[in-house]
């Protein structure tokens, strides 16, 4: 019976952090796939105040929220460390995370919205891909973890993956290259990575579930 | 050596978020200097410190500033080994302090906000919202206090305390100036005792703002809220 377990779902950028920081740790897991329309009664005994995935299962004790697990697995795997060694360092890098969780919502907002709303999106994902143009990628490092990438590249993978997926589902553009041209490279750099590039959703696969799902959603309202 | 471990902290009277950071630094007896903003006119050095989010609470510690209550309150536990821990060392402990703590932000914080701003309808509502969500959080507190009785002193105040009380902590003047009650006693006893014992420590109730200045601006909200919704 294996140590740890991560409930997930395969398009959710949250639980590939979680998948990215055990593979880079060497840390084996089983992965139980979950359908959020039909939630299982592991997910709902796991995390009954949520009812999110991912969840950790470590020897049977369960960690929800992505931030709170890789910082869980940080501690108690501290190899290849995902957060820098230095305490001011690591209270800035808190502080991107923090970012990247709060304002990340507003890139899935974009296909899940039409009219104003989308609207409204947009101009969210712009403020914060200017941010962190402005304010997160200065000083010339090829990632926000130096040579490597830390927690906090992982917490914007949605800005280096995602993101470009939903403009097409939800057919606006907001990143654009010549605008951004930090994050361009950071990007690039990011899906070189051999654990980010092998491990991240079948593009195509994705594009095809989000398209439906958008018709979905604006068909209910 | 002059200007070693020289902290101060950025903030205004009225934000909780400020109190939490100020609430860790006195908790751990770290001196250091307070600079109250003008949010109407933000400081140069506040849109310098925090040019992301121009907001306090910013604590600059030997020159370097940082900002985010969370992340400083982390700082402070990290870079202060003085008691008390503001976070369990073990690391599973340290998760569930950390889920409560972010249930307590992202639940309790902008329910108790709909429920200052609104009136009529919108603030019933708000309110039955809070009343659930607090009962969620009583039912996880009784991991943290299997007894029932929460003993509560300097030495043993953590984040969670921390949080509800720069939340919670003047809910009986909350509820008089709002005319409503959003915590029941006999739903949720533990959370109850809980804030009692926090309110009674010297160092939480010396730190509280002046009862005529909450009550002012509680009115204030309130008074907005009715206008608006009268509209």
Redesign the interface.
């Known amino acids: 019976m294996a140590v740890v377990k991560l409930l997930g779902a395969w398009t959710s950028p949250y639980v590939y952090r979680v998948i990215w920081a055990l593979k880079l740790k060497g840390i084996p897991y089983e992965y139980i796939e979950e359908d959020l329309s039909n939630k299982s009664p592991l997910l709902l005994q796991y995390n009954p105040?949520h009812k999110k995935i991912p969840v950790l299962v470590?020897d049977g004790?369960p960690?929800?929220?992505s931030t709170?697990?890789l910082?869980?697995i940080d501690?108690?795997w501290p190899q290849n460390s995902l957060l820098p060694t230095d305490?001011?360092d690591?209270?800035?890098a808190?502080?991107w995370i923090?970012?990247a969780d709060d304002k990340s919502p507003s890139i899935s907002k974009l296909y899940r919205t039409g009219g104003e709303e989308q609207e409204k999106a947009v101009k969210e994902c712009l403020e914060m891909l200017e941010?962190i143009e402005e304010?997160g990628l200065i000083g010339g490092k090829k990632f926000f973890g130096g040579d490597k990438i830390n927690m906090v590249d992982m917490a914007f993978s949605s800005v280096a993956h995602w993101l470009e997926v939903i403009q097409e589902v939800a057919g606006v553009k907001v990143f654009e290259a010549q605008k951004f041209p930090r994050l361009n490279t950071w990007i690039q750099n990011f899906k070189q990575v051999p654990i980010i590039k092998e491990n991240l959703p079948d593009r195509d696969k994705m594009l095809a579930l989000l398209k439906h799902r958008r018709k979905m959603l604006l068909a209910s309202k | 050596m002059e200007g070693e471990n020289k902290v101060i902290l950025h903030g205004t009277w009225s934000s909780p978020y400020a109190k939490r950071v100020e609430l860790a630094l006195k908790l751990k007896g770290i001196p250091f200097l307070y600079v109250e903003e003008d949010l109407k006119n933000k400081s140069l050095l506040l849109l310098n410190y925090n040019p992301v989010h121009k907001k306090v609470p910013v604590l600059v510690h030997n020159g370097k500033p940082l900002a985010e209550s969370l992340c400083i309150i982390e700082y402070i536990d990290e870079t202060c080994n003085n008691s008390p821990q503001l976070l369990p060392k073990d690391p599973y402990e340290r998760a569930q302090v950390r889920f409560w703590t972010i249930f307590i932000q992202q639940k309790l914080y902008e329910t108790m906000l709909t429920v200052m701003k609104s009136a009529g309808e919108a603030q019933e509502k708000a309110i039955k919202e809070l009343l659930e969500k607090l009962q969620v959080l009583e039912e996880g507190m009784k991991g943290f206090f299997p007894d029932g009785s929460p003993v509560i002193s300097n030495q043993n105040m953590g984040i969670l305390e921390i949080m509800i009380c720069s939340l919670l902590g003047p809910y009986k003047l909350q509820e008089e100036v709002l005319g409503v009650k959003i915590i029941d006693p006999e739903k949720t006893p533990l959370l109850v005792s809980w804030l009692t014992a926090i309110n009674e420590l010297p160092l939480v109730k010396e730190s509280a703002p002046p009862r005529d200045k909450t009550v002012a601006l509680l009115k204030f909200v309130t008074e907005n809220a009715l206008k608006s919704s009268s509209a």
């Open positions: 105040i470590h004790k960690i929800c929220e709170i697990i910082q869980y501690e108690i305490p001011y690591r209270a800035v808190r502080f923090k970012f941010t304010h």
